[in-house]
């Protein structure tokens, strides 16, 4: 094992090695980023800190896989502990103290979780295919394929995401997509966040949106937040319409459910 030195940290044994061979990754731990890599190493060259990498019986890294090959970039032992407390599932609230997990960890973590147990044509992996597809940034993906217009109540982190109606989905998306040649924001994501809290009332029509917007773009302009694009929207929604045919919900908030998805459920969708 090459062991330099032991002392404690925490109550832990802490444990040094020369061995970089020792020591293996999780698959389906985030993704490496060389970038990371490049700063730790530079943090570490001003001052090492001796930060322990945690790691089960194996010697396959829990927490640190960063840190990892920076030590070894630099020919220095690495600084170690076992923790058999840990499950894999606890990686991503263990990794979180160090640099956070983004979206893009956890969808590359289940979908490694889906392909280990052989699943095939799974939320995640709907999922990793939709954002590809339509080339949306990921909350929005989670919204319109869920149905659910938050990553925590959505599940996504946890591995409980669950796809409602992909080819609901699907219209909404091919929607705000087609909205490319009339307004330079349409992938904002606040712009995407006001269109989908639109979409959800049974009586907003998309075909009415699409036709407003193509012959009134101009008056669509950018705003600072997803409240701002959902006042400018209704106003051009409503531009030429007789009071009766307008759209005049007022309260749009998280609380509010999918009236469209909920149609489709009940079999009253038309």
């Not at 927490?63 to 058999?84: E, M, S, T």
């Not at 599932?89 to 392909?115: C, F, M, P, Q």
Request: with cysteine; hydrophobic share 35%.
């Amino acid at each position: 094992v090459n062991m330099l030195n032991v002392s404690k940290r925490y109550g832990e044994v802490v444990e040094s090695s020369f061995d970089y061979e020792l020591f293996t990754l999780l698959p389906n731990n985030r993704p490496i980023r060389e970038a990371h890599i490049r700063k730790l190493v530079e943090k570490i060259r001003i001052k090492d800190l001796r930060q322990p990498i945690q790691i089960n019986d194996e010697f396959q890294i829990l927490d640190g896989q960063h840190r990892f090959f920076a030590y070894q970039q630099l020919k220095l032992p690495i600084p170690y502990f076992i923790n058999n407390s840990v499950e894999e599932a606890d990686i991503a609230v263990l990794n979180s103290t160090s640099r956070k997990w983004s979206d893009k960890d956890y969808l590359h973590y289940w979908l490694g979780k889906e392909k280990e147990n052989n699943i095939n044509f799974g939320a995640y992996q709907t999922l990793d295919w939709f954002l590809n597809k339509y080339k949306i940034i990921l909350p929005i993906g989670v919204f319109l394929l869920s149905s659910i217009p938050h990553l925590g109540t959505a599940g996504f982190r946890e591995g409980k995401f669950k796809i409602r109606n992909l080819e609901l989905a699907k219209e909404r998306a091919d929607f705000m997509i087609s909205l490319k040649p009339y307004f330079e924001y349409y992938k904002k994501i606040v712009f995407l966040q006001a269109l989908y809290y639109l979409m959800r009332h049974r009586d907003f029509s998309l075909e009415r949106m699409y036709q407003a917007i193509s012959k009134n773009s101009s008056e669509l302009h950018g705003q600072a937040s997803r409240n701002g694009y959902i006042t400018n929207l209704i106003k051009v929604y409503n531009k030429g319409l007789s009071k009766d045919k307008q759209f005049n919900k007022t309260v749009f908030n998280a609380s509010v459910c999918d009236e469209v998805a909920d149609d489709i459920d009940d079999k009253k969708y038309k």
